[in-house]
């Protein structure tokens, strides 16, 4: 199907980027400016703002528990922003969302960003949190059972590179990641993958924005060989958790996550793959409230509540 024509009509509407290098103070000043007020935002029972003390250091996180319910699961989310955009308040609506379809508590990470923080500085935050949330389970009303990751393009990378590193450690906490359309592969040669083609120019995205876009996150020690950086480049894939791997049909990067997903299913691991279609980069941020495109966060509970372990 073509894209969607509200996304299309939006995308039509937005003005060209500026000209010159790419300013990230200015960039995640536009997006503090779109942050809706408060008042305007999902209602739940709680949400509140934490430290997370972790071996990495001191990581800001975002508690959202949705009921008054005594336990429930966990779900660590990441947000995404090519690893020096976003923020807690740019997606917080996502991981309202996600906590009130899975009823689940979301604890969202304030990572440290590129190009002020150096590799692995926003990894080790991520797997610090999560490693923290199960520690402290029992002040988040963790029932023990459903541990989550999840995230969305570069935040989804990082749940790639989590899982990973917690299957080599030994920690097998974690049971379930959410990849919504992930970046897993920082090698941006375009014939890698026919989606970069394909969906080049034209749905937001756009292959050409790939490399400046990454550039802050490998000038800081990430090298797109490592499976840290590229989680697709990992060799053995088993023993990894149940995944949720969710792609956009004109997305640069649908291929390489695709592929992510039968690799994972090759290796055993169970997988359920979506591609919505048409939707671009980024839609569960930017076009969640279009609502085939909601029906993410039902099939994201769908998914914690049917591989339910016990």
Request: with cysteine.
């Amino acid at each position: 199907m073509p894209l969607h024509p509200e996304i299309a009509r939006i995308l039509a509407d937005l003005p060209a980027p500026p000209p010159g290098p790419l300013d990230p103070a200015a960039m995640r000043a536009g997006e503090q400016a779109q942050v809706p007020p408060l008042e305007e935002r999902l209602p739940l029972h709680d949400v509140r703002d934490t430290i997370a003390a972790t071996p990495a250091g001191e990581v800001p996180v975002r508690i959202y528990t949705p009921t008054d319910t005594d336990t429930g699961g966990l779900v660590v989310y990441f947000h995404g922003g090519a690893f020096f955009l976003g923020s807690l308040d740019t997606h917080d609506h996502v991981a309202r969302h996600l906590a009130k379809s899975t009823g689940c508590t979301v604890i969202s990470v304030g990572y440290r960003r590129a190009p002020e923080a150096q590799f692995p500085a926003g990894l080790d935050d991520c797997y610090g949190a999560v490693r923290w949330a199960a520690e402290h389970g029992d002040e988040l009303g963790w029932d023990g059972k459903i541990l989550a990751v999840a995230g969305d393009s570069s935040g989804a990378n990082f749940v790639a590179a989590v899982t990973g590193l917690a299957h080599d450690d030994g920690f097998d906490r974690i049971t379930h990641q959410v990849l919504y359309y992930p970046s897993l592969d920082l090698d941006f040669d375009e014939d890698r993958y026919p989606s970069m083609r394909e969906n080049a120019v034209g749905y937001g995205l756009e292959t050409a924005g790939l490399k400046p876009f990454n550039a802050f996150y490998l000038d800081s020690g990430a090298d797109p060989a490592d499976p840290r950086v590229s989680p697709i480049k990992r060799e053995d894939l088993s023993g990894l958790p149940a995944a949720l791997i969710v792609t956009a049909e004109f997305d640069p990067m649908r291929d390489e996550g695709e592929r992510y997903a039968r690799r994972l299913e090759e290796a055993g691991v169970p997988v359920t793959l979506r591609r919505y279609a048409g939707a671009n980069h980024g839609f569960v941020q930017n076009f969640s409230w279009i609502p085939e495109y909601a029906q993410v966060f039902d099939e994201t509970a769908a998914f914690l509540q049917g591989s339910r372990h016990e």
